[in-house]
């Protein structure tokens, strides 16, 4: 049986006022109201509890954001509703935490897990584009894969990765999963300290030619460990790794979600790498 991401809804929600609250503002929600009716919220054949927060808004740590129509900011980050086509038409919505405005642009004022690849001294050759016109995404091979949610770190084949610190990390990094995802892939647990309040980021390392040997879940590895060796699994012939960052949404267990479901919206959110990736 595929095991369940579950959302579990902590006990004890106090019900805040909103009413000093500024237009967009983030809000507390309140309990989740008792599910007596049929089943509206159903993910991977579960019924899940009733969302707190509206369909407009992102629930990040008790706080509803505001997401299309506001633009709330908690802990600095913005949680913002896009919106894509995919290749059969359909219109596909996602929430995704873009870059925060205080921080730079530049993809070079930021430490990677490998790298410069490039003439320069430049790391990236594809950013993170999820915070752009769905027109102005990238389309992959076929338009089998629309929009990009991490940066692309071109290298020689075999190059190493290695474990990078976020900003505010707390202890080390952890293996969440040694496998196939994004070809093969190497997916760290990051608990980051944000303004008093802790999180947990998934960082995703693809396209490997293989991970490091020994490699196991649940093994911390101290920042600057090898992971793993740039590759072009699962991007036949074009050599770089893909890396890529999400929060974890709030109460989700990621060691019981079935790892081909890490990067499913109810699980986790795909954040700027550049609002977690530490300055050079
Ligand atoms: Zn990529």
Known sequence: MRALPLLLVPLGWLQVPDTARAPGAPRAHGAAPRAEAPCAHAFAGECLPEPRCGTDELDLDGLCVPTASGSGEVEGAVAETNAHIDRLGHRVVYEHLPRR???????DRYVYPTGPGLSGGHFV??????????????????????????????????????????????????????????????????????????????????????????????QALEPG?????????????????????????????????????????????????RNVLPLR
């Open 225 to 273: 460990t090898v992971l793993g060796f740039v590759g072009d699994s699962g991007a036949l012939g074009v050599v770089h790794l893909h890396y890529e960052t999400r929060l974890l949404r709030p109460g989700v267990d990621p060691t019981r979600v079935d790892p081909g479901r890490l990067t499913d919206q109810a699980v986790s959110v795909p954040c700027d790498p």
């Open 125 to 218: 050759s594809s950013g993170y584009d999820l915070d752009r016109p769905d027109a102005l995404q990238r389309r992959g091979e076929s338009l089998s894969a629309v929009g990009h949610g991490g940066v692309d770190l071109p290298e020689a084949r075999g190059a190493l990765v290695r474990v990078v610190a976020l900003r505010g990390e707390v202890g080390d990094p952890a293996v969440l999963y040694v496998g196939h995802l994004f070809g093969n892939t190497v997916v760290l647990r990051h608990t980051v300290r944000e303004r008093g309040r802790l999180r947990v980021y998934l960082a995703l390392h693809g396209h490997l030619e293989r991970p490091a040997p020994g490699l196991v879940a649940g």
């Open 101 to 107: 405005q205080d921080l730079p642009t530049d993809y």
